[in-house]
């Protein structure tokens, strides 16, 4: 074998390892994406928003007093049962009872006052016709300063008459709100319920409800017939919630049992934060909303802590995917002066590019490619498909992590389901 041959030889052979090494370094950058794939199917789906907050009656009226005085007589304890006008406490009564006897008193004199008054109307008119007509009779007999100063007193008399009239109404009145105020020592039930509060003992001094509304409550009384839950829900769910929406609750107290509700109320305010919080820019701002029980449980007490699960929307039959498959990539640039996008279904601003949201679809050389997509509600665990897809096509549908690196034209390996696994380990 010549020199010339064995040169020729040894060049074919490293151009052959060449070769191989360029195909495994190929080989080795299109290493496949381990990813799971599903089919896009027709599901059931059901939006809800879930929020969690307190029972509390539909009715209830806080009890407080109207005048201030030591309670003297207690008849009803918590947990008690009350009528519409039932006796519920007395407050000490001597001090209106005595202000009602000065009030009568008053008026008693005020009456003789005006009885008095009127007769001394009486007789000075009475004075004045008889010396008129006496003058009309026999001129020389009366003059006319005389009967000038009878007609003045008769007017006189007639205004003191007045006054006293006047005055009598006045201690009427007087009496009217004396009475009222020794009937605001008795206490009764303004409506009828359970008292689920009661926040005084005998003995104890009642405060007016206009000096401080809360020291000044004496008892609850709420109609446990009619319950709600009142829940806090933030504002960016708060828009999907309508009245009348059907709602399953857990109760806390009842953990092995689920309620229905409806809701029956949404607040066109935010709710109040808390006198003497901290505020801060970013703060959360929630919505109260009030869902009604259809079937409570005699047992339910205010307050018990309560989870409402208010459904929004329902399809049936309805062509979805997987939540984690949907997302957002760099599709095109904006027309001049359009920096308005949608990330994540919320509106944002990026400058020159159009974010879209869609999902990867697998081919059948196992590589993807993105294809925009509109969805419409979101269930628990998937999304309606509005547009981009048909029923039956593949799509990456995990892991998280791998769909938010994939790329166009990238290789994928679907991953061998858990149950197949299983049955090839038992083969």
Request: aromatic fraction near 2%; charged fraction near 25%; avoid cysteine.
């Amino acid at each position: 074998m010549t020199k010339t041959v064995k040169f020729g030889i040894a060049g074919v052979v490293v151009a052959g390892v060449a070769a191989l090494a360029i195909v495994a370094a190929k080989r080795n950058t299109t290493k496949p994406v381990d990813v799971r794939v599903e089919a896009v199917e027709a599901r059931d789906l059901v939006a809800s928003v879930t929020a969690s907050g307190q029972i509390q009656p539909r009715t209830k009226v806080d009890v407080s007093a109207d005048v201030t005085g030591k309670i003297v007589r207690l008849s009803v304890k918590e947990g008690d049962l009350v009528t519409k006008g039932q006796f519920l406490l007395q407050i000490d009564p001597e001090q209106a009872t005595a202000a009602m006897q000065r009030a009568t008193a008053t008026l008693a004199s005020a009456r003789a006052q005006a009885a008095q008054a009127k007769a001394n109307l009486i007789q000075a008119q009475r004075n004045y016709e008889r010396s008129a007509q006496i003058q009309k009779q026999s001129p020389s007999l009366v003059s006319e300063e005389q009967l000038e100063q009878l007609r003045t007193q008769a007017e006189v008399n007639k205004a003191l008459a007045e006054a006293a009239n006047y005055s009598v109404e006045q201690a009427i009145a007087s009496v009217r709100d004396a009475r009222q105020a020794l009937s605001r020592t008795t206490i009764t039930a303004p409506m009828s319920g359970k008292v689920t509060r009661l926040n005084v003992e005998e003995g104890e001094t009642a405060i007016m409800g206009t000096l401080n509304k809360d020291a000044a409550t004496l008892l609850t009384i709420s109609d446990m017939s009619v319950l709600e839950t009142k829940v806090k829900v933030d504002e960016t769910d708060v828009a999907r919630i309508s009245v009348g929406d059907s709602a399953l609750i857990q109760i806390d107290a009842f953990p092995d049992t689920t309620f229905v509700g409806r809701v029956v109320e949404i607040s066109n305010s935010s709710v109040t934060k808390a006198a003497g919080a901290a505020s801060t820019g970013d703060q959360a701002i929630d919505y109260e909303v009030r869902v009604q029980l259809t079937n409570p449980p005699t047992e339910t007490r205010p307050d018990f802590s309560a989870t409402a699960k208010i459904v929004t929307a329902t399809r049936m039959k309805a062509l979805s995917i997987p939540i984690i498959a949907l997302t957002v990539r760099e599709n095109e640039e904006l027309p001049q002066g359009d920096s308005a996008v949608t990330v994540g279904r919320e509106p944002t601003k990026q400058v020159g590019k159009r974010d879209v949201e869609g999902v990867f679809i697998v081919g059948t050389d196992n590589t993807v490619s993105f294809r925009p997509v509109k969805v419409g509600i979101a269930g628990e665990r998937h999304f309606e498909v509005l547009d981009g897809l048909k029923s039956g096509e593949k799509i990456v549908a995990g892991t998280y992590q791998a769909i938010r690196e994939l790329k166009d034209g990238a290789l994928v390996k679907p991953a061998v389901p858990d149950d197949k696994k299983a049955a090839e380990k038992k083969s």
